[in-house]
């Protein structure tokens, strides 16, 4: 239940993002704009309900399915690791990997800025599919050594978080440029919001239901999601 805590985290960020689209450009208080701060404020009481939700919650089996992974204080590893790093090293090699992803991301923008040209895609139909992709690999990488491991728990966590997140930083886009970014999204941008909110959901009811049968080796909401996604990007291309 705590993974469905987290989609509906997502599903309650992106909601705002397309509510906050339809505001004034005009209606902006101390470099802050109403939609970025509720953007905020709606994750930051996420984190707190997903916190309480990891405590305990008030269903049977404290709100773990019976076929899900166990908690961290009884993890499994499939391939446990044959020398323990220590808590400091780990916290440096952490924090060194993510200002390489810094850098990385800033450079992946202008390349790929100069790629979209070179290809002739617009800027948002080459952003919603090739470079989504390309600053996604981390998350994919993440995600596949967390399922190795057998911690299948925190690769959802780690989608789910960083799809919460990201709205996030409408607030500092805000703050550095001084102008309502949200009202100057185009009818491509809340398009794509609308599809990421319907995408989460339907792995929300996955979470729910917990489907058994696999078509072509992958669960029945998988198969959903790829198939709306796959029509969503012909509407958006379409649209842009």
């Known amino acids: 239940m ?5 989609a509906a985290v997502v599903v309650a960020v992106l909601t705002v ?21 509720l953007i905020v404020v709606i994750w930051m009481l996420g984190l707190l309900l997903v916190r309480r939700a990891g405590r305990g919650l008030p269903w ?21 690791p044959q020398h323990r790093a220590s808590t400091k090293k780990a ?22 800025d100069a790629a979209a040209t070179k290809v002739g895609l617009g800027g948002v139909l080459f952003g919603a599919t090739v470079l989504a992709l390309a600053t996604s690999l981390p998350e994919i990488a993440t995600g ?4 190795k491991q057998g911690d299948d728990n925190l690769a ?46 339907v792995y929300l009811l996955g979470l729910l239901f917990r489907p058994r049968r696999r078509i072509l ?18 509407g958006l291309v379409a649209i842009a």
């Open 144 to 147: 596949l050594q967390s399922i």
């Open 91 to 112: 916290l440096v090699v952490f924090v060194v990997s993510a200002l390489a992803t810094l850098v990385a991301g800033a450079v992946l923008e202008l390349a790929g």
């Open 17 to 37: 993002v397309v509510a906050g689209t339809q505001l004034p450009k005009g209606l902006l208080i101390a470099r802050l704009t109403p939609g970025s701060v």
């Open 217 to 234: 080796a992958m669960g029945v909401d998988s198969l959903v999601v790829l198939v709306l996604y796959a029509l969503g990007v012909a």
């Open 156 to 201: 959802i966590s780690d989608i789910f978080g960083g799809n919460a997140f990201l709205p996030v930083l409408f607030l500092v886009a805000t703050v550095i440029s001084g102008q309502a970014v949200l009202p100057r999204a185009s009818a491509a941008d809340t398009y794509l919001t609308a599809l990421a909110i319907l995408l989460t959901l």
């Open 60 to 80: 049977h089996e404290d709100g773990r399915a019976p076929d899900s992974s166990p908690p961290p204080s009884k993890g499994r590893h499939r391939n446990p």
């Open 2 to 6: 705590t993974l469905v805590v987290e």
